[in-house]
């Protein structure tokens, strides 16, 4: 019973980010890079909370980026998991989530998988695109936002549960399957420094993107994105709160109040 | 360019969700700037008898329905195979848009790639693109940053709830097609809800609510979180919480905004007794206005919110509770 995660590489979120030459995405120059921390450490710490509690056997990890995306998936590897795969893009190769959804599928036909694991959204796109694109392509369920996660190996179920609008769903559904979490049970554990030294060791396996052109191109949509970005662009800095001054309550709220209506007109 | 676009909804308890009508009307709106074409709207579900009535009103050309036992739970798998269905009734040049809600945002990708279709979540603006396709703006990194992004072929988006003004629909009276859906895959088989917990009662839901007033730490203990349920009641607001407030068992996970919580983008946002960490901060960034009441004039809080009230939200929040009730009476 083997798990596959997904992680992307991404921009530190304390980053100050620049518009690139081209004005169609983020300057890389001298930005510091991290695995997508906020979604995917919490995703990797539920799939080792699988293997630990659950009798999941192996942990892989994924990452389609350029070279420097080993980094993530060192993280990954210093936090738990077993073994990782890069599929290494060239930097001039255009990608979506979608298409990286493709490679991911394209590489994961020789990846034994029973759970496939993806965070909520990269920090980046926020798109929360990948996970259940991912379904499509390997053929099996999705389940998304989900909360709390029992595996019930024996019968090849999962017991779940799921953010709704309005509440939350208990449900129990077939895997293999592709998940995204939303919340894991853990907050995700700081590697230590031994488990770093470990990580460098433990195998990772290089695929060039182009080894794997020719699946991705049999999948529906193909070997091009089907989305372009004409545009990135940052609104003016935000100036910081306008203080209201007041001596009592009352004076605060009447403030505030014409404020919002007058001014900011969202009463 | 004419365009069809066709608009799959969400419903709750049998009626569409606010966030359906306002993909509808944008919907509408599209096609008018794209010089023609038609709107239709997609029920798929179980029990979808009101949801048809609703659909029939809003100004559309025509109604697809999949109304079946099966598709009782939400599956991503079942609901984008009966999707495509529905997509191969209409011509090209198409569009699909939904509501980015849980169930829009896990549709939405896989429907866009068993179409091998050019795909955006979160879409907060749409524009008809000048050789065909639909041109889309979308937040990224955390609202610091906009994407415009060309979208290629046929095109599925998922809006956003709050982005888009709900327009009065023009008289119509569709026709309502079932449509045929057959075998459902493997993939789509299996998946039995249990029970569905209900949260909030009867107050709006965070994600889709025009104004959301949250509570923090700041508010001391359980009892006074009451001072920031009466301002959302009077504002007709939904209610939300710091992850700390869920950590000291005031109220329940579902309340939690962030990055382990909801992600949000109302209106107006007020944050009471709130410090503005980080993993809070990336669930609201979106929002339209941010107002935050924090004692601390340093809190982080005050760098993200357009105003502050450097105060005790204990004192501050029953002014201005009272002042909205009195307005209103007014
Ligand atoms: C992995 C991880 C995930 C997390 N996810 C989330 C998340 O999704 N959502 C989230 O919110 N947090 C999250 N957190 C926690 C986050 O880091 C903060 O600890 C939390 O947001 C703090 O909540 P708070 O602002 O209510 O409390 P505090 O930080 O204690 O702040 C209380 C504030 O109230 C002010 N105050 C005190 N008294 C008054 C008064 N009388 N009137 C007005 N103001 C007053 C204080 O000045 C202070 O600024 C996460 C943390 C981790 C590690
Ligand atoms: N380039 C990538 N390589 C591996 N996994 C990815 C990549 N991009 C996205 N993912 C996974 O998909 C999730 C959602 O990403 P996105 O759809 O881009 O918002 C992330 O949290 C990751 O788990």
Redesign the interface.
């Known amino acids: 019973m083997d798990i596959l995660v997904c992680v992307k590489q991404v921009p530190d979120p304390e980053t100050k980010l620049r518009v690139a030459p081209s004005g169609k995405s983020f300057d890389t120059d001298g930005v510091k890079f991290t695995i997508n921390n906020t979604y995917d450490e919490a995703m990797v710490e539920e799939a080792l909370r699988m293997k630990e509690e659950f009798g999941f056997t192996a942990l892989r990890v994924i990452s389609v980026g350029p070279p420097r995306a080993e980094e993530a998936l060192r993280s990954a590897l210093a936090m738990g998991a077993d073994e990782a795969v890069l599929v290494e893009t060239p930097a001039d190769l255009p990608l979506d989530p979608l298409l990286v959804a493709r490679y991911i599928a394209a590489a994961a036909k020789d990846i034994p998988h029973d759970l496939v694991m993806v965070g909520r959204q990269a920090q980046d796109d926020e798109a929360g695109v990948v996970g259940s694109a991912l379904g499509e392509y390997l053929d099996l369920p999705s389940y998304s936002f989900v909360t709390d996660l029992a595996p019930v190996p024996a019968n090849h179920l999962l017991k779940m549960k799921r953010y709704v609008e309005g509440g939350e769903e208990v449900f129990s559904a077939p895997f293999p399957a592709v998940l995204s979490i939303l919340k894991g049970a853990k907050d995700p554990r700081t590697p230590t420094l031994p488990n770093i030294l470990k990580a460098r060791k433990k195998p990772l396996k290089k695929i060039p993107a182009k080894d794997l052109e020719a699946k991705v191109s049999a999948l529906q949509g193909g070997a091009k994105p089907t989305s372009d970005i004409l545009a990135f662009t940052l609104p003016p800095p935000r100036a910081g709160a306008k203080m209201i001054e007041f001596q009592t309550p009352e004076e605060a709220a009447e403030r505030l109040i014409k404020l919002l209506k007058e001014e900011a007109r969202v009463l | 360019m004419t365009l069809n676009v066709l608009v799959i909804t969400d419903q709750?308890e049998g009626h569409l969700?606010p966030s359906s009508l306002e993909a509808i009307s944008e919907a509408r709106s599209v096609v008018e700037r794209s010089g023609g074409g038609s709107v239709t709207i997609g029920l798929i579900g179980s029990g979808l008898a009101e949801a048809q009535k609703e659909a029939k009103s809003q100004g559309v050309q025509r109604v697809l329905l999949a109304d079946h036992e099966s598709f009782k739970?939400?599956?991503?798998?079942a609901y984008?195979f009966a999707a495509e269905r529905m997509a191969a009734k209409l011509s090209a040049p198409l569009a699909i848009f939904l509501p980015d809600?849980?169930?829009g945002?896990?549709?939405?990708?896989?429907l866009?790639?068993?179409?091998?279709?050019?795909?955006?979540?979160?879409v907060v603006e749409i524009q008809p693109g000048a050789s065909g396709g639909l041109?889309i703006k979308?937040?990224?990194?955390?609202g610091?940053?906009?994407?415009?992004?060309?979208?290629?072929?046929t095109v599925v988006l998922s809006l956003r709830p709050n982005s888009f003004a709900i327009h009065p629909a023009p008289a119509g009276d569709p026709p309502v097609e079932p449509v045929e859906v057959g075998e459902l895959?493997a993939?789509?088989?299996?998946?039995?809800?249990?029970?569905?917990?209900?949260?909030?009662g009867d107050t709006p839901?965070l994600?889709?609510a025009p104004?959301v007033v949250s509570g923090g730490r700041g508010l001391k203990t359980a009892e006074n979180f009451v001072l920031v349920e009466n301002l959302a009641k009077e504002?007709g607001a939904a209610v939300g919480s710091s992850r700390a407030v869920v950590d000291a068992g005031w109220r329940p996970?579902?309340y939690q905004v962030g990055?382990?919580?909801?992600i949000i983008a109302p209106?107006?946002y007020i944050a009471c007794g709130i410090s503005g960490a980080?993993?809070h901060l990336?669930g609201i960034t979106n929002s339209?206005?941010?107002?935050?009441i924090n004692k601390d004039?340093a809190a982080p809080i005050?760098?993200?919110?357009?105003?502050?009230?450097?105060?005790?939200a204990l004192?501050?929040l029953?002014?201005?509770t009272?002042?909205?009730a009195r307005?209103k009476g007014a």
Request: proline content about 4%.
């Open positions: 709750r969700k739970g939400f599956s991503a798998a984008a809600t849980a169930m945002r896990e549709l939405a990708p896989r866009g790639a068993k179409l091998g279709a050019g795909t955006a979540t979160a041109q979308r937040k990224v990194f955390g610091k940053a906009t994407e415009t992004v060309n979208l290629l072929g895959p993939s789509a088989k299996g998946l039995a809800v249990e029970r569905v917990i209900s949260t909030r839901e994600t889709e104004i504002l996970a579902s990055q382990t919580g909801k209106q107006l980080i993993q990336v339209r206005c941010i107002v935050a004039p005050f760098k993200v919110a357009d105003y502050g009230v450097a105060g005790d004192t501050i029953p002014a201005l009272s002042l909205v307005n």
